[in-house]
T-cell receptor
Framework: AQSVTQLDSQVPVFEEAPVELRCNYS??????LFWYVQYPNQGLQLLLK??????LVESINGFEAEFNKSQTSFHLRKPSVHISDTAEYFC?????????????FGQGTILTVHP | DVKVTQSSRYLVKRTGEKVFLECVQD?????MFWYRQDPGLGLRLIYF???????EKGDIPEGYSVSREKKERFSLILESASTNQTSMYLC????????????FGSGTRLTVV
């Protein structure tokens, strides 16, 4: 079965520390990969996506994620976090084949940045 | 990107009521989706539609139905609302080609009392 797993439900870090939010998926077909962010009381915003090409993708606010096909992973990283990065982060996968492009989400990771 | 509008931000309904959640996209895209979001469970797919009058069940369709009479509008229907349907509901539209990606509405927080 196709599934997406975010390995950490909560990640507390101090400001200016590095962070990694982990995401693994299970699939034997091609995939498109996404990270979304949800700030408190707001909707989902696209952070970054991998469709093809370079396996390292970056967002405008310093996050990056690397598609690792052999490990079936798409971990999200930031070298130095800010208080404003406190939010819930969702990994999502669009599986190939006859899925009609539907997105399957992980359970979410709550990132809390402490001063 | 597709712009997606959900008509209500908050709704309170009584158990047993029939509830309609409306979603409109402003682009000519075929694929639209309804998710519900619950703490610790992420977003789970209820139904999706890949064309007018075409619909497919998602992972948790029980207690829900959908309607897609026009390409721009995708409605989620709770036939008889129950307290376990209290949740945040998110609609999404999917763009293709060079603009492949998904745009989500701002969500409807439904409380069933």
């Amino acid at each position: 079965a196709q599934s997406v797993t975010q390995l950490d439900s909560q990640v507390p870090v101090f400001e200016e520390a590095p962070v990694e939010l982990r995401c693994n998926y299970s699939s034997s077909v091609s995939v498109y990969l996404f990270w979304y962010v949800q700030y408190p009381n707001q909707g989902l915003q696209l952070l970054l996506k991998y469709l093809s090409g370079s396996t390292l993708v970056e967002s405008i606010n310093g996050f990056e994620a690397e598609f690792n096909k052999s490990q079936t992973s798409f971990h999200l990283r930031k070298p130095s976090v800010h208080i404003s990065d406190t939010a819930e982060y969702f990994c999502a996968v669009s599986f190939g084949g006859t899925s009609y492009g539907k997105l399957t989400f992980g359970q979410g990771t709550i990132l809390t940045v402490h001063p | 990107d597709v712009k997606v509008t959900q008509s209500s931000r908050y709704l309170v309904k009584r158990t047993g009521e029939k509830v309609f959640l409306e979603c409109v996209q402003d682009m000519d895209h075929e694929n639209m989706f309804w998710y519900r979001q619950d703490p610790g469970l992420g977003l789970r797919l209820i139904y999706f539609s890949y064309d007018v009058k075409m619909k497919e069940k998602g992972d948790i369709p029980e207690g829900y139905s959908v309607s897609r009479e026009k390409k721009e509008r995708f409605s989620l229907i709770l036939e008889s609302a129950s307290t376990n349907q209290t949740s945040m509901y998110l609609c999404a539209g999917k763009g293709g080609g060079l603009n492949y990606g998904y745009t989500f509405g701002s969500g409807t927080r439904l409380t069933v009392v």
